[in-house]
């Protein structure tokens, strides 16, 4: 219930324009979108402005007295940015697909199991990777996320070399999926 009862309170608060309901929108969410455009054929600022469209989406949706939200803020604004971002690919030519049939393959409505479960996988992570803690939370976000070389991560974080970096990274990729795999295997 309380889940429920706080996404209603963000979803109040996004529609009457609190700025700590949107920066709490943005910091659970925007990581997850980052991710899922990046890995497919997207850059930062793509997933930036697909992030942005699906929170005017979500807002203009919040505004209406009408709307009721069947899911998770999460599952919601996953499945807006992942229809924009498969449309955008589509219109781009880098995603072949009839623009009609497009609404039966990519509905917002549809698996919502799957997504439900990635966001449980999605917060898991996320714990974990909190957990962490530095230099290595960094390392991973700095490689993963930023997509800098090894080079660049040795520089900013007082690395001598690119291969003292590469291997740091790789005990941090080890920790962090330790850290991940004991919260996932309770069932968190």
Not at 41 to 69: C, H, P, W
Request: with cysteine; aromatic share 10%.
């Amino acid at each position: 219930m309380k889940a429920e009862s706080s996404e209603q309170v963000l979803l109040k608060g996004l529609a009457n324009n609190d700025t700590k309901a949107v920066d709490t929108i943005y910091k659970d969410n925007f990581g997850m979108i980052q991710a899922f455009v990046l890995n497919n054929n997207g850059t930062y600022d793509d997933a930036r402005d697909i992030f942005q469209e699906a929170m005017i989406t979500l807002y203009e949706k919040a505004k209406s007295e009408s709307f009721v939200l069947t899911c998770q803020i999460k599952t919601y604004i996953y499945s807006v940015c992942r229809r924009l971002w498969l449309k955008r690919l589509q219109q781009a030519g880098r995603y072949v697909i009839q623009s009609e049939a497009l609404e039966d393959i990519v509905p917002v409505e549809e698996d919502l199991d799957i997504h439900e479960k990635r966001n449980t996988e999605f917060a898991i992570m996320e714990r974990a990777l909190g957990s962490l803690g530095e230099p290595c939370k960094g390392i991973l976000e700095a490689y993963y996320l930023k997509k800098q070389d090894m080079n660049e991560i040795a520089a900013s974080f007082g690395y001598t070399n690119a291969d003292n970096a590469k291997n740091q990274k790789y005990k941090c990729l080890m920790r962090l999926k330790k850290l991940f795999f004991a919260q996932y295997n309770i069932g968190d």
